[in-house]
C-alpha cells in the first residue's frame, strides 16, 4: 500500500523554478511532521525542509530564502516550492512523514542544468 506518492520533479535550467507535490495518506499526513530529503549521486541524503502538524517551517542553509514548504490540510498533501534552482540542486526529492511511523515515498528526480 503506496501511503506517500510525489510528483513534480523534472529537467528545468538554472534560475527556473518547480513545484513537488506529496500526497498522503489522511491517517499519516494529520499526525506527523512532513519532510522532503534529498539525495545527490554520491552523496548522503540530507533533510530540504519541514513542516509541522501546525504550519511551523524549518529549511536547511542551503536552500533558504529560494524553497518553501507548504501544507494543504484539505488534500492531505505537502508541497515544496523550489525557485532560483542550481545546478547543485539536482537530486532525488524524497517526502518523508514521522515521528508517528517512518514513512518514506518513492522518490522523484529534479535535475538542473547549468
Known amino acids: 500500500q503506496v501511503q506517500l506518492v510525489e510528483s513534480g520533479g523534472g529537467l528545468v535550467q538554472a534560475g527556473g523554478s518547480l513545484r513537488l507535490s506529496c500526497a498522503a495518506s489522511p491517517s499519516i499526513f494529520r499526525v506527523n511532521v512532513m519532510d522532503w530529503y534529498r539525495q545527490a549521486p554520491g552523496k548522503q541524503r540530507e533533510l530540504v525542509a519541514t513542516i509541522s502538524s501546525g504550519g511551523s517551517t524549518n529549511y536547511a542553509d542551503s536552500v533558504k530564502g529560494r524553497f518553501t514548504i507548504s501544507r494543504d490540510n484539505a488534500k492531505n498533501t505537502v508541497y515544496l516550492q523550489m525557485n532560483n534552482l542550481k545546478p547543485e540542486d539536482t537530486a532525488v526529492y524524497y517526502c518523508?512523514?514521522?515521528?508517528?511511523?517512518?514513512?518514506w515515498g518513492q522518490g522523484t528526480q529534479v535535475t538542473v542544468s547549468s
Open positions: 518523508h512523514a514521522s515521528p508517528r511511523g517512518n514513512y
